[in-house]
């Protein structure tokens, strides 16, 4: 449900956006007659998925759900359930943006620009820390069940939010103060406002496309923050890659308060999105 309404607080397409999401509509036969896609996609493939419906395939070449989900959000429930030779090629448009398909045919390229949002219990009965305490799983069993997702792949990932079950009276009650979607968005198209005036004249023009070598020109921590960093990293034991997206995370976050630096509370907050290396180094 979240990943589904994740569009709505999303800049719209612009119209060369559009266009090349559209291209890639027609080339799959899913236009359904619409001269133009206007929205963002959202792709939620089952779990049991085939590589090639993911990630493309076919005789001609087809392109698979990574790149149907081109400019919008790719959904995968139930993460660990997918079979690791379908997660494990992620990896590469994760980093770059395109996947290239190689077959007996020979290797076409295709756009992957999408945002990914993954699903996943805590344990295998999915009671992990609720209240209730009904979680029998023991640790061995915890274990393998993560394991399904590898470390790599964890590390791409920019967001670990831990979710807690919402009580079934509180679905029907209406929460006063809510924010709508709409003021969300227009807090996010400021902030895309501010990276690409930040990043004009480059090749990129939002804070997740920075190439790492460029981060730390891009994303200035003062020497506090640094201190707080490398703290973190001792504890988490973090890769260079997740060092990397925490700092462009906590860029991001004070471009969405409006603020000009990146804090030690912007570090701190991104930090805690880190939860699933909290869970590995414990």
Not at 230 to 245: F, I, K, Q
Request: proline share 8%; with cysteine.
């Amino acid at each position: 449900m979240l990943a589904r309404r994740l569009p709505s607080i999303l800049p719209p397409l612009t119209l060369d956006e559009a266009i090349e999401v559209t291209a890639i509509h027609s080339v799959a036969g899913l236009l359904d007659g619409h001269p133009l896609v206007a929205t963002r996609p959202v792709r939620a493939p089952h779990c049991s998925v085939s590589d090639a419906a993911l990630l493309g395939g076919g005789v001609p070449i087809r392109p698979g759900e990574v790149t149907l989900a081109h400019h919008g959000v790719l959904f995968l429930d139930e993460l660990p359930e997918f079979r690791r030779n379908v997660l494990e090629p992620l990896r590469q448009p994760l980093e770059e943006r395109r996947i290239t398909v190689a077959r007996g045919a020979g290797a076409v390229p295709f756009p992957a620009a999408f945002q990914l949002v993954a699903a996943m219990n805590p344990c295998v009965c999915g009671w992990l820390g609720d209240p209730s305490a009904q979680c029998r799983c023991t640790p061995p069993l915890i274990d393998r069940y993560r394991a399904r997702v590898s470390g790599p792949l964890l590390d791409r990932i920019d967001l670990h939010v831990e979710v807690p079950r919402v009580a079934v009276t509180a679905l029907a009650d209406d929460v006063a103060g809510e924010e709508p979607s709409a003021a969300v968005r227009a807090r996010v198209i400021a902030a895309r406002a501010r990276q690409q005036a930040r990043f004009a004249g480059r090749p990129f023009a939002v804070n997740a496309h920075v190439p790492g070598r460029e981060v730390r020109r891009w994303c200035r921590i003062d020497e506090r923050g640094r201190k707080l960093l490398e703290v973190a990293s001792d504890r988490l034991g973090l890769s260079a890659r997740a060092y990397t997206r925490i700092l462009r995370v906590a860029r991001t976050i004070a471009d969405l308060a409006g603020e000009a630096h990146v804090t030690t509370a912007h570090l701190a907050e991104a930090i805690q999105y880190r939860s699933l290396d909290r869970r590995l180094s414990g």
